[in-house]
């Protein structure tokens, strides 16, 4: 086959029109990615309206690369929200399904001052932020989410979470059906609450 | 002539070949996504919108594309589409596109789109391979937020959110309940489509006076036996 038998040829005429597809296509996702793209802190408010319900005034803590990883996952971000004196935190949970991991943000609930005696108090609400291998997410109820906000006295103790039963008096939440991602959202509000009592409050929590 | 041909493209879309309830086709999706009526609707929606994009720009590209490589040229076509839906829905309806999770990327491998690609768009014009796209796109919106209504309903005692009932069986928000409820619906969808073409086709034979298959030929006259003699 000569040069130009093959720029005549049907495979020739398949391939061009293939790659112009592909080069129009990638043009397109380019262009609507640069139109449609999402700050951080765009996502950071629309975390901190669906947490608070309205906007709120959030300073961000500046994080110890040493002190951010914790026997449940890592701490990502953490802001003081201006308004209520409150902290949030954004962790991500290891020991999902097929060893992956959950991204949550975790609005704590604290009592006093970094100057004056720091104490965490509760958990206001946990919103879901991402996940890594977790197919059965889906099935994750928000009433599994709410049930973190409603044990107090459980966190104010120094208590953490597990999606395991077993007799170490944490306390069980797991959902039927995701054990794995139940087991990395557990472990996610467990990094926010060994970070805030082992770091933010100088260990003093 | 012309309305007549689209009110049958829309027909065949949304009932005579209704992708969930007559082909069968997206079950992954619709088993999916169907746990709440919402989230049904939504996913519908998602579909509806890539089949018709996708249904244009096939229909238009047609004849320049070869032969040979156009189910990788549609699926590169479909995933654009499937991308830049995504973009738009995590920008301007995060909740929704939070809630579809992995079966919103799913959309490309959804064989619905790709099946009316290669069965219709590829063959006629734009304007009839859009209607196509969104006539089988609102036939698919359709089963699946009934599938999701009678789910959640049953599943979680709501309807689209608002708690209605104070009961919950867990069996309907499982996959078992999903093929369970998807199976009642099947068989509901064909018999009311049954009856009525049934009673369309009677309706036609007495319009020409020529008698359906299902009315008894009238027995023979002894007058027009005479006349035959």
């Known amino acids: ?205 | 002539m012309n309305a007549k041909k689209y009110g049958k493209i829309a027909y065949d879309g949304l009932i005579t070949n209704n992708a969930t309830f007559k082909l069968v086709l997206g079950t992954c999706a619709t088993l999916g996504m169907s746990t709440s009526a919402v989230n049904s609707f939504g996913m519908g929606l998602s579909v509806t919108v890539v089949l018709l994009l996708s249904n244009v720009i096939i229909s238009l590209l047609r004849k320049i594309i070869p032969n040979t490589v156009r189910i990788p040229a549609y699926i590169v076509i479909i995933a654009t589409m499937v991308t830049l839906l995504r973009m738009v829905l995590e920008k301007y309806i995060p909740d929704l596109y939070d809630s579809m999770g992995v079966f919103l990327p799913l959309i490309v491998v959804n064989c619905v789109i790709l099946g009316r690609a290669e069965a219709f768009a590829s063959k006629n014009p734009v304007l009839d391979s859009a209607i196509d796209g969104v006539a089988t796109g609102l036939g698919l919106t359709f089963a699946l937020t009934i599938i999701g209504i009678i789910r959640e309903f049953l599943g979680s005692g709501s309807f689209f959110g608002m708690q209605v009932m104070d009961f919950r069986i867990g069996f309907f928000t499982n996959s078992a309940g999903a093929f369970f409820v998807y199976g009642i619906c099947i068989a509901l969808f064909v018999l009311i489509t049954g009856q009525v073409d049934k009673a369309r086709r009677a309706k036609h034979a007495r319009a020409l006076r020529v008698p359906s298959h299902e009315e008894p030929l009238p027995a023979p006259d002894e007058t027009t036996a005479e006349e035959v003699k």
Not at chain 1, 48 to 75: Q, R, W
Not at chain 1, 183 to 192: D, E, L, P, T
Not at chain 1, 193 to 203: A, M
Request: aromatic share 10%; charged share 15%.
């Open chain 1, 1 to 205: 086959m000569t040069v130009r038998q093959f720029f005549k040829s049907n495979a020739f005429k398949s391939l061009a029109v293939l790659i112009a597809i592909v080069l129009v296509a990638g043009g397109l996702l380019a262009i609507f990615n640069d139109l449609l793209y999402i700050s951080d802190e765009e996502r950071l408010n629309r975390t901190l309206s669906s947490i608070y319900g309205e906007p709120v005034t959030a300073e961000e803590v500046t994080l110890d690369d040493a002190d951010t990883e914790t026997p449940y996952g890592t701490v990502n971000a953490a802001y003081y929200i201006v308004d209520d004196g409150n902290y949030l935190l954004q962790s991500t949970g290891t020991g999902g399904y097929q060893n992956g991991t959950v991204t949550l943000w975790t609005a704590l609930t604290c009592s006093g001052t970094p100057e004056n005696g720091l104490a965490l108090t509760g958990i206001r609400k946990v919103v879901y932020d991402s996940n890594i291998n977790q197919s059965w997410i889906g099935k994750i109820e928000p009433s599994f989410y709410d049930f973190f906000a409603e044990q107090d006295e459980l966190i104010a103790d120094g208590g953490y979470f597990t999606a395991i039963r077993d007799d170490t008096g944490d306390l069980n939440n797991v959902q039927t059906g995701a054990t794995g991602a139940s087991n990395a959202i557990c472990n996610a509000v467990n990094s926010a609450l060994c970070y805030f009592r082992t770091i933010l409050t100088g260990g003093n929590a």
